[in-house]
């Protein structure tokens, strides 16, 4: 069956970083656009990040230059690189791949406080 497992979440300070994965199981990785989204408490789930297949990529407008986001095909993974993080940014991440179908991973819990 299909599995979008995350990890790297956690508690961090303000400014800091953290760097997020998600292992892909079940689907032709490379034939899928993937991506990042994030639900914080009150608020409506949000693409942060997403990433074709051939890498073209684009950002949500509040993380543009703090975030990167970046494929390895041959692994089935993806990764969000999250560099100077705000109290902003707490929320569950949630990894995502879209193609003839959608799927969704369990989530990972961000929480930047200090």
């Known amino acids: 069956q299909v599995q979008l497992v995350e990890s790297g979440g956690g508690l961090v300070q303000p400014g800091g970083s953290l760097r997020l994965s998600c292992a892909a199981s079940g689907i032709i990785f490379r034939m899928y656009v993937m991506g990042w989204y994030r639900q914080a408490p009150g608020k409506q789930r949000e693409l942060v990040a997403r990433?074709?297949?051939?890498?073209?990529?684009n950002y949500a407008d509040s993380v543009k230059a703090r975030f990167t986001i970046s494929r390895d095909n041959a692994k089935n993974t993806v990764s969000l690189e999250m560099n100077s993080l705000e109290p902003e940014d707490t929320a569950v991440y949630y990894c995502?791949?879209?193609?003839?179908?959608?799927?969704w991973g369990q989530g990972t819990q961000v929480t930047v406080s200090s």
């Open positions: 995502h791949a879209a193609h003839i179908s959608v799927w």
């Open positions: 990433i074709a297949p051939d890498g073209i990529s």
